[in-house]
């Protein structure tokens, strides 16, 4: 079987090769949503089934996932910042608050086809302003939502979470393992 990984993100990329599949990855050129105006999990839906679609379209034989994170405060997402500027100031929301981290899989091979949203709950440390310009100091944020990841320097920014850490990280290797095996993907 021909499996892809419809994302750019070295962090799926490391969780997917945790499976023990062999796939390659195309990065889809999907314009995302990233409108604050929708609910964080059909937000993330959108964007992972509209990364399917571009790949599926390319390659309807192959077994193809998708996915996309988001982090939400509330109403309130925080998806990738624009600048550090912006990392900054999210990471000022954050802080000592307990938030949602959404993240939606799109799977299809054929006319076999499933998808999902898991939600996690992260809670950070109160945060002073050195603390949160150490944190921007050392992990690259611009390329996460929320700006921060769980498997960087956590302790730095985090009292603790709730529900899957690979979600958090942006794929959810145990609910998609799952599904894979009740799908007959996977022994």
């Given at each position: 079987?021909?499996?892809?990984?419809?994302?750019?993100?070295?962090?799926?990329?490391?969780?997917?090769?945790?499976?023990?599949?062999?796939?390659?990855?195309?990065?889809?050129?999907?314009?995302?949503?990233?409108?604050?105006?929708?609910?964080?999990?059909e937000?993330?839906?959108?964007?992972?089934?509209?990364?399917?679609?571009?790949?599926?379209?390319?390659?309807?034989?192959?077994?193809?996932?998708?996915?996309?994170?988001?982090?939400?405060?509330?109403?309130q997402?925080?998806?990738?910042?624009?600048?550090?500027?912006?990392?900054?100031?999210?990471?000022?929301?954050?802080?000592?608050?307990?938030?949602?981290?959404?993240?939606?899989?799109?799977?299809?091979?054929?006319?076999?086809?499933?998808?999902?949203?898991?939600?996690?709950?992260?809670?950070?440390?109160?945060?002073?302003?050195?603390?949160?310009?150490?944190?921007?100091?050392?992990?690259?944020?611009?390329?996460?939502?929320?700006?921060?990841?769980?498997?960087?320097?956590?302790?730095?920014?985090?009292?603790?979470?709730?529900?899957?850490?690979?979600?958090?990280?942006?794929?959810?290797?145990?609910?998609?393992?799952?599904r894979?095996?009740e799908?007959?993907?996977?022994?």
């Amino acid at each position: 079987m021909d499996w892809i990984l419809a994302s750019g993100s070295p962090r799926r990329r490391e969780l997917l090769q945790t499976m023990g599949i062999p796939f390659r990855i195309i990065k889809p050129d999907a314009e995302e949503l990233d409108a604050e105006v929708y609910d964080p999990s059909e937000l993330v839906l959108h964007n992972a089934r509209l990364k399917s679609e571009i790949v599926r379209k390319e390659f309807p034989q192959s077994c193809i996932f998708a996915s996309d994170t988001t982090v939400a405060l509330g109403n309130q997402i925080f998806n990738k910042p624009k600048d550090l500027f912006h990392a900054a100031e999210m990471l000022r929301s954050l802080s000592g608050k307990t938030h949602s981290v959404f993240t939606a899989v799109v799977f299809c091979h054929g006319d076999h086809f499933w998808e999902f949203v898991e939600e996690s709950q992260v809670t950070f440390k109160v945060l002073t302003d050195e603390a949160i310009q150490e944190y921007i100091d050392i992990v690259h944020c611009l390329d996460k939502a929320g700006s921060y990841a769980i498997q960087e320097e956590r302790e730095r920014v985090i009292d603790g979470y709730s529900g899957s850490f690979h979600n958090i990280m942006g794929f959810p290797v145990e609910s998609i393992r799952q599904r894979l095996r009740e799908s007959g993907y996977l022994e």
